[in-house]
T-cell receptor, first 116, second 113 residues
């Protein structure tokens, strides 16, 4: 079946613009994660959804970052008033369920955000 | 706070060589550890998932071991090929009640033909 898809693949935004990044998880996957990956670094956790419930948003770096998954499938990560330090690859992952991470996470190709 | 370290940061080997990538973590209270591969400009591909009760997992030419008490995991790649060139990341899921993987910074592997 289809894997995790993300759009757009590349986004260039001028500083101060708002952006919205979309994630389509694998059908039937309950858990959805967003990560931020800076150049040369490993991914860092941003937020976690179980169905439509956002159970953990401890990794969101500021109140400019907002994520939603209103119907428990597609998710959107929104960044308001983008700053240069927001430039990174944003990765989305989904899994069947995340009881203590017992299931594999499947990652999308990521959205590379460049803020100029 | 859980910290994950991967050594070496980069590795270049001739084709056919067997190699070992290392991952260490500071908090041994983990549920599982997962090894991923990342190709340039791409997302992560899961290679092996080791539950905390397991000591190793194998898939083809890959073997991953886990020593939870010492906070270490190794990824063994047998008979390396140029197609194995990528960045390899390990990630641990801790028992601290959070819902996330903590990633290492990765090992960039280049296998020379």
């Amino acid at each position: 079946g289809a894997g995790v898809s993300q759009s757009p693949r590349y986004k260039v935004a001028k500083r101060g613009q708002d952006v919205a990044l979309r994630c389509d998880p694998i059908s039937g996957h309950v858990s959805l994660f967003w990560y931020q990956q800076a150049l040369g670094q490993g991914p860092e956790f941003l937020t976690y959804f179980q169905n439509e419930a956002q159970l953990d948003k401890s990794g969101l770096p500021s109140d400019r970052f907002f994520a939603e998954r209103p119907e428990g499938s597609v998710s959107t990560l929104k960044i308001q008033r983008t700053q240069q330090e927001d430039s990174a690859v944003y990765l989305c992952a989904s899994s069947l369920l995340s009881l203590a991470g017992s299931y594999e996470q499947y990652f999308g190709p990521g959205t590379r955000l460049t803020v100029t | 706070k859980q910290e994950v370290t991967q050594i070496p940061a980069a590795l270049s080997v001739p084709e056919g060589e067997n190699l070992v990538l290392n991952c260490s973590f500071t908090d041994s209270a983990i549920y599982n550890l997962q090894w991923f591969r990342q190709d340039p400009g791409k997302g992560l591909t899961s290679l092996l998932l080791i539950q905390s009760s397991q000591r190793e997992q194998t898939s083809g030419r890959l073997n991953a071991s886990l020593d939870k008490s010492s906070g270490r995991s190794t990824l063994y790649i047998a008979a390396s090929q140029p197609g194995d060139s990528a960045t390899y990341l390990c990630a641990v899921w801790t028992t601290s009640g959070t819902y996330k993987y903590i990633f290492g910074t990765g090992t960039r592997l280049k296998v020379l033909a």
